[in-house]
């Protein structure tokens, strides 16, 4: 079994360190390992430190810590802005696209989204899914945990502007361009638009067309919204040479 994950504010140096608050209750309580056991600190920002437990008390763990290791960010950066969607979908996906590595996640405010973010259901809904971005980011060893941008959201049109200083490509089921077939930037943002359950408005990708980005599909099957950044992901990884 891999080492389990811990995030930390900040990764101590060499030598001993109390883990406590809630990774520790977590390390100690729920996951209780024992003395001798190993496990990584990580600061999700590319620094992982690994750790082996001197011994165990309720609610922390004394360890001692070994030399971090810092990894760079992976070009491209995969972000995806993700269509607001009903019930649990939209955090499914968050879980899902973080486990196999998107870099960044938008929540996209589209005309379609049943879903509205508004005043403090908002800001609760964002912060909800910056937690599933931490705890996928976890379960995945990620060195990196993804950033959740917007304020809490992000409008179309804050979104096409975004467009102007990267690649976008946006999944739409009548786009003749695979996925598969396009080409791919080196460096910087390559930013993917997933709707929601309606799908992308006439309107919004006239939007993002005009922005620069191409309306491209991956097969002949429609996906559910909570599917198919992670198809795409899986797809673009493959590509890029990460998996």
């Given at each position: 079994m891999s080492r389990p994950l811990f995030l930390v504010d900040a990764l101590p140096a060499i030598g001993r360190f109390v883990l406590e608050g809630a990774e520790g209750r977590h390390a100690a309580d729920v996951q209780r390992l024992q003395p001798g056991e190993e496990l990584l600190l990580g600061d999700g920002l590319g620094g992982l430190a690994p750790a082996t437990v001197v011994?165990?008390?309720?609610?922390?763990?004394?360890?001692?810590?070994g030399a971090v290791a810092r990894t760079e960010p992976p070009q491209p950066r995969l972000v995806v802005a993700q269509g607001l969607a009903k019930g649990d979908r939209g955090e499914l996906a968050v879980?899902?696209?973080?486990?196999?590595?998107?870099?960044?996640?938008?929540?996209?405010?589209a005309a379609r989204s049943v879903t509205q973010w508004r005043g403090d259901r908002g800001a609760k809904?964002?912060?909800?899914?910056?937690?599933?971005?931490?705890?996928?980011a976890k379960q995945a060893r990620r060195a990196w945990v993804p950033a959740v941008g917007g304020t809490p959201d992000v409008s179309t049109k804050n979104l096409a502007a975004r467009m102007a200083a990267g690649s976008a490509f946006v999944l739409h089921e009548e786009a003749v361009v695979r996925l598969a077939a396009?080409?791919?930037p080196d460096t910087g943002d390559l930013i993917l638009v997933v709707g929601p359950e309606g799908g992308v408005a006439p309107a919004e990708l006239a939007a993002f067309t005009e922005a620069g980005a191409v309306p491209v599909r991956l097969?002949?099957?429609?996906?559910?919204?909570?599917?198919a950044g992670v198809a795409a992901i899986s797809l673009l990884n493959t590509r890029l040479g990460r998996w």
């Open positions: 011994s165990a008390s309720k609610g922390s763990l004394l360890l001692d810590v879980q899902a696209m973080t486990e196999v590595g998107v870099d960044e996640i938008l929540p996209w405010a809904s964002r912060d909800k899914w910056a937690a599933t971005a931490r705890e996928a396009v080409d791919l097969g002949d099957n429609v996906l559910r919204t909570s599917t």
